[in-house]
């Protein structure tokens, strides 16, 4: 599968690269891309969410009347969940979410929505650039270019270039991944996917 190379000014270089048929052309696998994204939000959840039980409700334990020959049910507390204020029956206790999937799983989701992007003509090829300082206006030069300032977009990079991350982190729905880090996840839920050509390499290889 070839590809056009981009500039920055979001011309044609004249240049094509070839994309890789088994990460770019792969048949998509939806199964593997849910699991993947449901990992990912699930790790991102803290899982601290806690309510008060019996035990732990701070409270009185006065009998509230006598057992019998009131006509009405045995109170035993005041701290019973069945009263306002009382306690929570079977609340949520602190927890982690995360649940493990396998790196073939894992590999398998992530060419696959890589795919999906290909084949939906989301994904161009931006040749290798860089910014002299950290500024937010040339980044949104950038992504004008490219017919992107009001859409997710995500620029796939070898490595992290400060000045480029600096110049896009104030800019809502503009996100920077580094090759070797990114996940299935990132890649659905953005409309458009930029990539350096030193990144293909490490996508390739991650």
Same mark, same amino acid.
């Given at each position: 599968?070839?590809?056009?190379?981009?500039?920055?000014?979001?011309?044609?270089?004249?240049?094509?690269?070839?994309?890789?048929?088994?990460?770019?052309?792969? *048949?998509?696998?939806?199964?593997? @891309?849910?699991?993947?994204? /449901?990992?990912?939000?699930?790790?991102?959840?803290?899982?601290?969410?806690?309510?008060?039980?019996?035990?732990? #409700?701070?409270?009185?334990?006065?009998?509230?009347? /006598?057992?019998?020959?009131?006509?009405?049910?045995? $109170?035993? %507390?005041? /701290?019973?969940?069945?009263?306002?204020?009382?306690?929570?029956?079977?609340?949520?206790?602190?927890?982690?979410?995360?649940?493990?999937?396998?790196?073939?799983? $894992?590999?398998?989701?992530?060419?696959?929505?890589?795919?999906?992007?290909?084949? =939906?003509?989301?994904? $161009?090829?931006?040749?290798?650039?860089?910014? *002299?300082?950290?500024?937010?206006? *040339?980044?949104?030069?950038?992504?004008?270019?490219?017919? #992107?300032?009001?859409?997710?977009? #995500?620029?796939?990079?070898? *490595?992290?270039?400060?000045?480029?991350?600096?110049?896009?982190?104030? @800019?809502?729905?503009? =996100?920077?991944?580094?090759?070797?880090?990114?996940?299935?996840?990132?890649?659905?839920?953005?409309?458009? @996917?930029?990539?350096?050509?030193?990144?293909?390499?490490?996508?390739?290889? %991650?």
């Amino acid at each position: 599968m070839k590809a056009d190379v981009y500039n920055i000014s979001g011309q044609t270089t004249g240049r094509t690269i070839e994309l890789p048929d088994a990460i770019f052309g792969a *048949e998509p696998n939806e199964h593997v @891309i849910y699991l993947a994204v /449901k990992q990912y939000l699930a790790g991102r959840r803290s899982g601290t969410h806690k309510t008060l039980e019996k035990s732990e #409700l701070s409270g009185s334990t006065r009998k509230l009347h /006598k057992q019998k020959g009131t006509g009405g049910s045995r $109170k035993g %507390s005041i /701290k019973s969940p069945l009263f306002k204020g009382g306690a929570r029956i079977f609340g949520p206790r602190p927890r982690t979410y995360d649940f493990k999937l396998n790196k073939k799983v $894992k590999s398998l989701a992530k060419i696959s929505a890589l795919s999906v992007k290909a084949a =939906g003509n989301s994904i $161009k090829i931006i040749e290798d650039f860089s910014f *002299e300082s950290p500024k937010t206006k *040339e980044y949104t030069n950038f992504l004008k270019a490219f017919g #992107l300032e009001n859409k997710k977009s #995500l620029l796939i990079l070898p *490595e992290l270039i400060d000045n480029i991350y600096l110049s896009s982190r104030n @800019i809502q729905g503009a =996100g920077v991944a580094v090759a070797d880090n990114l996940n299935t996840y990132d890649i659905m839920n953005n409309s458009m @996917i930029l990539i350096s050509e030193k990144s293909l390499e490490a996508i390739a290889n %991650s």
